[in-house]
């Protein structure tokens, strides 16, 4: 059962900065793409930033040049760095992990056809 949960989040000012994490429980072993997401009030849910297995980045971009995602692999931990932070940036933020269905040592890795998230962690700017 694949678990990840999201925190960090919290109430700022426009011009501040947050650091969210988002720690996605076993299969370290399993090669996966991890990103972020975010949903406004009213809003559909739109993308981030993606870390992918390579540690390849990409950005939406709103958010190039003021967030910066970063991946522990051991640690199966994603964060996103939000600076120069604006009202617009207030939504619900949610960590994806999506595995490509192969990993070391031969283990069983989760299937990737399916969608793996958090429950969010709020970010409100003011």
């Known amino acids: 059962h694949v678990q990840l949960v999201e925190s960090g989040g919290g109430s700022v000012q426009a011009g501040g900065s947050l650091r969210l994490s988002c720690v996605s429980s076993?299969?370290?072993?399993?090669?996966?793409?991890m990103s972020w997401y975010r949903q406004a009030p009213g809003k559909e849910r739109e993308f981030v930033a993606l870390i992918d297995n390579s540690h390849t980045s990409r950005y939406a971009d709103f958010a190039k040049g003021r967030f910066t995602a970063s991946r522990e692999h051991t640690k199966n931990t994603l964060y996103l760095q939000m600076n120069s932070l604006k009202p617009e940036d207030t939504a619900m933020y949610y960590c994806?992990?999506?595995?490509?269905?192969?990993?070391?040592?031969?283990?069983?890795?989760?299937?990737?056809?399916?969608?793996?998230w958090g429950q969010g962690t709020q970010v409100t700017v003011s």
């Open positions: 994806k992990r999506v595995f490509r269905g192969y990993g070391e040592r031969g283990v069983t890795c989760p299937s990737p056809d399916f969608d793996h």
């Open positions: 076993g299969y370290s072993d399993c090669a996966s793409d």
